[in-house]
């Protein structure tokens, strides 16, 4: 196999959702978090773990994780881009806040919940940056009065393209955000004995580290060649959707989309309940392209 992908949701959670790498976690939050909800330590409540992973290949590979003051985070990487993705973001925040409480605890017992979710497609085209911050505010004077909600995106897409040089990568990195960005969309192009000093950092420095000597099992390593696969198809496949999406129309457009990463991850002889997770189509109608594609 080759170099292992941080991107890959299942890497992801293996490199920050474990004790021993908790250090990388902590970096990584407090790079995205503002001054008021930096953290000291995390305690990480669904820590990765090979046998529940063999047991629910198909969950969500988020990683929950409660600082000392009860602040609960939630962070997450998303490989594909998905329906309504804003409101399963929101959905995951409301689980975080209210999975808090007992039945017969109080309200003031709730601590703050923040979502992290780093995407690996363009969710939010109306906005420039990459990294987003959303709370609920007065519509007219902007008073923050409901300081309970935090949602974070991160959109890789954004910040670097596979096109660009080192030396593009280098530039960019003006804070501590950018370097774990950096690490997330381009490891590929960073060694640990050899980085610049405006990448020299002892977090990503082991984290690089980490992903070289990352082991799988057996299950783990099929599954994470099933992700990749997602992750190399949506990519060979976006831009003749957008294309056509112009032509077409977004909605045509996006249907055709699915349809075509549904067809190549077919041809990869990928699970139809994962193909049908991927691309938002039903049994019915991959059972349908598979019909057609045989027939052919």
Do not use: C
Request: hydrophobic letters at 40%; charged letters at 35%.
């Amino acid at each position: 196999m080759n170099q292992v992908s941080p991107r890959v949701d299942i890497a992801f959670k293996k490199l920050f959702g474990v004790e021993e790498n908790k250090d990388l976690l902590i970096s990584l939050v407090n790079s995205i978090v503002g001054a008021e909800d930096q953290v000291a330590d995390l305690t990480i409540l669904n820590p990765y773990n090979a046998k529940s992973f063999r047991n629910d290949k198909l969950s969500i590979l988020d990683i929950k994780a409660k600082g000392m003051d009860g602040k609960r985070f939630n962070i997450e990487i998303q490989i594909s881009d998905e329906a309504d993705y804003d409101k399963r973001a929101l959905y995951y925040w409301a689980k975080l806040y209210t999975e808090q409480l007992k039945t017969t605890e109080d309200y003031s017992l709730l601590s703050k919940a923040i979502g992290i979710h780093i995407l690996n497609f363009t969710s939010i085209p109306e906005a420039e940056k990459y990294h987003n911050v959303f709370h609920i505010t007065e519509k007219e004077t902007g008073l923050l009065y409901f300081k309970d909600l935090e949602l974070h995106t991160i959109e890789l897409k954004k910040f670097i393209s596979d096109k660009e040089e080192f030396s593009d990568l280098v530039l960019k990195i003006k804070n501590s955000l950018d370097l774990w960005v950096a690490f997330l969309t381009r490891h590929d192009l960073l060694k640990p004995d050899k980085l610049p000093k405006e990448l020299d950092s002892s977090s990503v420095k082991k984290a690089l580290t980490v992903i070289e000597v990352m082991n799988f099992t057996e299950e783990e390593r099929e599954a994470y060649e099933d992700h990749l696969k997602w992750l190399r198809i949506e990519a060979n496949t976006l831009k003749k959707a957008e294309a056509r999406g112009k032509a077409e129309g977004k909605a045509e457009g996006e249907a055709k989309k699915s349809q075509e990463i549904a067809i190549s991850m077919l041809a990869e002889g990928l699970d139809l309940n994962l193909i049908s997770r991927v691309t938002k189509l039903t049994l019915k109608e991959i059972n349908k392209l598979k019909d057609e594609k045989s027939s052919k």
